[in-house]
């Protein structure tokens, strides 16, 4: 009798003992692994004066900023075209090709962006004229603040 009291103490104790365990464990897994599926942020970036960017046409522009996705924060450049529009609009498009993630570049002469890949154009407004693109090209969010030119990274 003594002996069955005891092994069911012990049962029972180790039970408890263990539900006590996951339920300090779980957060604390939850809190190590949660950077793994969040997202990156989107954050505005400094891409130049806006004195120094006035009257650009199709400007190319490079610039670099730092950015957290899951638990690694890296060093990204980018490679913009920029746009003085007039009257305090700006245009802003990636130079990343939609098709594969190649470079386009803005042509003058086509006034169109060119893909060097698969032979991609994209007309001025970023859409796709021919070739291989699903997509147009991304034109970027822009703000000025303090005549700071901003695009919005995602
Ligand atoms: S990567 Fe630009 S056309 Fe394929």
Not at 11 to 33: D, H, K, R, T
Request: aromatic share 10%; with cysteine; proline share 5%.
């Amino acid at each position: 009798m003594k002996e069955n009291r005891r092994s069911f103490l012990q049962i029972a104790s180790a039970i408890i003992g263990g539900v006590m365990g996951l339920a300090a464990g779980i957060p604390l897994i939850g809190f190590a692994i949660s950077p793994a599926w969040q997202k990156g942020e989107s954050k505005w970036v400094n891409i130049g004066l806006v004195d120094r960017l006035k009257n650009s046409r199709y400007k190319k522009v490079n610039y670099t900023f730092t950015a957290k996705d899951g638990w690694v924060k890296a060093t990204k450049k980018r490679s913009v075209y920029v746009t003085d529009i007039g009257n305090g609009e700006w245009s802003v498009f990636t130079r990343i090709c939609s098709h594969l993630g190649c470079l386009v570049r803005w042509d003058e002469g086509q006034e169109s962006f060119l893909c060097p890949c698969h032979g991609a154009v994209f007309d001025k407004n970023g859409a796709v004229v021919a070739g291989p693109p699903p997509e147009p090209l991304q034109k970027l969010e822009v703000k000025v603040e303090s005549g700071i030119l901003y695009v919005k990274e995602i």
